[in-house]
């Protein structure tokens, strides 16, 4: 087994590991958040395991995670980190908020996981070979007549005209929100359980994984520039199988949207 295979496998072992751990304290533990709201203990624990993991066999690759470690970096190889997706939900004790990692390499995913603690629904995708649930290979939706379409609008997107307007533009659609984790409703697409998804987020921490996944899952998914290879600046993105992709990147095309959250 090559190198990054093994520090992928351990990556997941720890994954699925701090996961099982959460899940029996979902719902019964406190908010710490000072300098924001929806910190955990547990989102603290799981980034500075993660990040111990990358720097015994990695020393020399980049980490970029929600909690202490937002700056990103220039190396080439980086690691991207959600520590918790769905803080609130997880705090809530609801379904379904995750753990998600990516590894990029000059830019490109190579490998990604999201774990559902509260589904034990483990989520892998490796560059050129395939997209995984639970180790089953998985893939994208066919087109539907109705598009199944899951909306994930962030909390923190203030433009509330700009919100307004994407839901009446998706009036056309089957619309679902929900509280899950971002990074857990790409995966949910990537196995058939949506066909397209508009993405409005605050960062871009879980999404690198799930956008992986999707697009080796037979999917697409893109920034609203129409770029696969998405950028940590990156905001707002379309994807699906190929006529959800289609008719949702006009529905973005023909909108004039803000590039941040302001």
Known sequence: MALMEKVYEEIIQFVVSSGKRIAKIAGKIKDIGIKKQYLTEEDLAIERGMRAIILKHKPKHGFFAEEEHDSFPKDEDVWIVDPISGTKTFIQGLPHYGIAIAHTKSGITQFGAVYDPSANELFTA?????????????????????????????????????????????SLFDVETNQNSFGVNLCHLACGRFDGTITFCKDTFPIFAGALIIQEAGGTFTNDLGNSNISQKDRIFVGGNKEAYKQLWEVLRKMKLPKSLS
């Open 126 to 170: 490796y560059r050129g070979k395939g997209a995984f649930l639970n180790g089953k290979k998985i893939s994208i939706s066919k087109p539907n007549k109705k598009l199944k379409v899951v909306l994930n609008l962030s909390l923190q997107w203030k433009d509330e005209k700009s919100a307004q307007k994407i839901k009446q533009q998706l």
